[in-house]
Each structure stands twice: as C-alpha cells, then as structure tokens.
C-alpha cells in the first residue's frame, strides 16, 4: 500500500462490525462488502464482535478476515449469549481441508474460546479511537452492546466515542416480531432506551425488498478460487437460492450515509417489546430513525451490495 493510500485509511471512519455470525449468510456477505470498503480507504474495520454463542463463529469471522489480508483484526465473543445452535455454513468453511491436510482457509483462531470477551474487546477499541469518530454496525442481537451500557462509565465511554449505530432489526411496516429483537428482548429493549446517541434502523422490510441474487454469487466471485462466503452461502441452504440482504443494508448505510441510497423517516424514539414487536413514535427531539426504501433507489442499492460484496482482495 502506498504513503497516501495509508495516510487516506488512517483518516477513514473506525466500524465496528457485531454480529450473530452463523445464523443467516448475509452476516458473511455484510463483513466481505466491509472488506471492500475498506480496501477502498472509506472505513477502517477495528474489530468484530459475536453475539451467537456458537464455537465456530469466531473461527469463521477470523477466517474471513484472514482471507481478505487483515488476520489483525480482533474478534471478540459474546459469554452466555443466545443461539448456540450449530451453523453448516460457519462450520463447514472453517474445516475444510486441502489433500496435503493444511486449511483452505488459514485462521489464527481454532474456537471461540479462543476469542476475546466481546464486551471488554468493545471497550478497549472505543477506548483507542478519536471521540466522536466511530460508527458501530450491529446486525445480530444486542446483547453485547447491551452490557456494555451496564456501567457509567462505559456508558460515558459510548456518548463520547461513537458516532452512529447503524442496526439491523425491528419491522416499521407491519406488526410483526423480528428475529435479532425476538430473541433477545431485554437487550433489544435496553439498547433503544439506553444508547446515548444516534440509532438508524434498517428494518425487516428493507433487505426483504432487496435479494442478493444466487447467480452473483455463482460467477461474480469466481475470481477466487476458494471463497469463504460462498462456501458459506452453498452450505446455508441449497442452492441455487435468493437471499435478502438485510444486514448488508445496515453496513452500507453506516459507511455510506450520505450517498442517497436509503431515505430516513423523521426522528423520533423507538422501543421493542416482550414479543419482539418495535414500535416508533414521531419527536423531533429524538435520536432514533429507520431506513426506508423507494423503487428509484432499489436498483442502485442492490448493484452496489452486490459490487462491492463480490470485490475481489487486495
């Protein structure tokens, strides 16, 4: 890399990536589209915490990491968290071998126990970045984030720190629970009435309305050989299949919030209840939003997930 490209990464924005890795495979596709904008100097990934309490999600996110050229990147993972439950499409990569017995994809990491405790790892990253400079993406539970609100300090730590949370999660079309509230209610509930900054929801509609189609993920990243994120997708479900892009919205708009891909409803304060329901009411005074969605808009938001996701590594 060159002297002004490092100079240019330096100065671009820190993202924290929190994640329930495992669960669904546009986890796999949102951490590759950070790759990418990363290579091109507009964030600078500083760390990646897991929220799906699953021996084989930290190995496969460091795999990935690896696999883009920035084994560095610390993972962290969430202690007693939720859906423990095995996951093909983290396990299968990470235990692939190649004739001579090596791994087809290199990882520092060889379980989760391996990994750091989320919520301390969270703490030290925030602790090193520039206030008001860090814009965190969490596209799984809340739990971490959640105990990291437990202390005023850290508390504190979060108002002078983080820019933005950019979240997946919640539904603001139909009265319908969502999967990352549902299954951790008091997180979800704690981190819409506690976080003392700026929330921007992508909701359930928003990547349901956009498909990651199967054909790109058949030829658009054919330019390796091996790719985690595809053997991730082939081992998610059958293929060929469509998959919404939920988490990768979340991501870009967090990197790109600027771009006019996404519109924002107006402020206003948003809360989660015991059955996994969210709920926004209007107030000019809060700092709550969610994305929304136009036909103009789909087609440029879609190609740019799908370009950027599939961009080949440095």
Request: glycine fraction near 6%; charged fraction near 25%.
């Amino acid at each position: 890399m060159s002297l002004a490209a490092c100079a240019a990464l330096a100065q671009s924005t820190p993202v924290i990536f929190d994640t329930d890795m495992g669960n669904d495979v546009d986890d796999a596709l949102a951490l590759a589209m950070l790759h990418a904008l990363e290579s091109r100097a507009e964030c600078r990934l500083i760390g990646v915490t897991i929220t799906k309490d699953n021996p084989w999600a930290a190995p496969y996110v460091d795999l990935v990491n690896t696999f883009y050229g920035r084994a560095n990147i610390p993972v962290g993972m969430v202690k007693g968290g939720v859906t423990p439950e095995a996951s093909p499409m983290i396990q299968v990569p990470a235990e692939r071998r190649r004739a001579d017995g090596s791994m087809v994809y290199p990882r520092r990491l060889a379980s989760g126990g391996e990994a750091l405790e989320a919520v301390a790892l969270l703490r030290r990253l925030l602790a090193a970045e520039k206030d008001g400079s860090v814009v965190i993406v969490q596209v799984g539970f809340s739990t971490n984030l959640a105990r990291l609100l437990d202390t005023p300090e850290d508390l504190e730590l979060v108002k002078r720190k983080v820019k933005l949370l950019s979240v997946m999660a919640g539904n603001f079309v139909q009265p319908k629970s969502e999967f990352n509230v549902e299954r951790d209610t008091a997180s979800a509930r704690k981190l819409f009435d506690r976080w003392p900054g700026e929330i921007v929801v992508s909701g359930f509609e928003i990547g349901q309305a956009l498909l990651f189609p199967a054909a790109a993920i058949e030829k658009d990243f054919a330019w390796a050989g091996d790719h985690p994120v595809v053997d991730a997708y082939r081992s998610y479900k059958k293929m060929p299949y469509d998959r919404p892009t939920w988490d990768l919205t979340a991501a870009l708009y967090a990197v790109r919030p600027d771009a006019g891909y996404f519109g924002l409803s107006p402020r206003g304060k948003i809360s989660s209840d015991d059955k996994g329901l969210t709920h926004f009411q209007a107030d000019p005074a809060g700092r709550r939003r969610y994305l929304v969605l136009n036909e103009a808009q789909r087609a440029r938001v879609l190609e740019s997930m799908i370009l950027l996701s599939s961009q080949p590594r440095n």
